[in-house]
């Protein structure tokens, strides 16, 4: 537990002294203000607004957040001395885990009131927040996977663009064309994608998640591998 807490003491000075993370964390709910308080948004689109909102959110405050953490510790190499002093797999991405879920969490609660939708969601909290957890936790381990699995902080940096890229944008597009609907259905998105479609035409009846399930097992499985990969390299 203490070096879950030293971990978490160090991601913090590591958020404070950086300016271009900051940014990245206040984005998604500034988005939220826009177009909750300033937008004619109509009543069909709020929901809509609200999936961006939040897909936003666990792209940029939380899985950019990971990368960032990793990959400034590879630069200044804290990661190899961190696992030559011990700090396990458990240890290790639980307390990367901390804060991305932190303010994950605080989205999926804020979110809703910023844009005014949270009328939408009465009767349906319990599914909501449970899917949103699972969808940012999918997208925090895949952020961690590329981090972990990078050299460098550049490499890791733009192997990540396609995941923010793919998080924000899916889901609005998946609509458009039925190719892009079928794959949104299988990828770390297409759970949370179905709930709001389900939600906007008044369904209130949710298959379990199991896409969302399966993803995230095998994102736990190929993190704690890699970084027990990465820590045998080390302290060799």
């Avoid at 879920?101 to 599914?127: E, H």
């Avoid at 079928?182 to 994608?193: K, L, P, Q, R």
């Avoid at 709930?195 to 906007?200: E, G, I, R």
């Avoid at 998640?209 to 970084?227: E, G």
Wanted: aromatic share 12%; net charge positive; hydrophobic share 55%.
């Amino acid at each position: 537990m203490m070096r879950i807490k030293a971990l978490i003491w160090l991601r913090t000075n590591i958020i404070w002294s950086n300016k271009n993370m900051l940014i990245l964390i206040a984005m998604p709910f500034m988005m939220s203000i826009f177009y909750g308080k300033w937008m004619v948004i109509p009543e069909e689109q709020r929901l809509a607004i609200l999936l961006m909102c939040l897909a936003m959110s666990f792209a940029f405050s939380a899985g950019n957040m990971v990368v960032n953490f990793i990959a400034e510790e590879k630069e200044k190499n804290n990661l190899r001395a961190l696992m030559l002093a011990g700090i396990n797999s458990f240890e290790y991405i639980s307390a990367t885990l901390f804060f991305p879920v932190i303010i994950g969490l605080f989205a999926l609660v804020t979110v809703p009131q910023l844009t005014g939708t949270a009328k939408y969601l009465k009767g349906n909290i319990g599914p909501y927040m449970l899917l949103g957890l699972m969808t940012m936790l999918v997208v925090i381990l895949l952020n961690l996977m590329i981090a972990i699995a990078s050299k460098t902080q550049t490499q890791a940096q733009i192997t990540a663009l396609p995941i923010t890229l793919m998080t924000t944008f899916l889901p609005m597009v998946a609509g458009i064309n039925p190719v892009l609907q079928v794959i949104n259905n299988y990828t770390f998105m297409g759970d949370f994608t179905l709930f709001f479609n389900n939600l906007s035409i008044g369904k209130v009846s949710q298959s379990p998640p199991y896409v969302s399930c399966t993803w995230l097992v095998f994102l736990i499985i190929i993190n704690v591998f890699l970084f027990k990969r990465n820590q045998r390299q080390h302290i060799k």
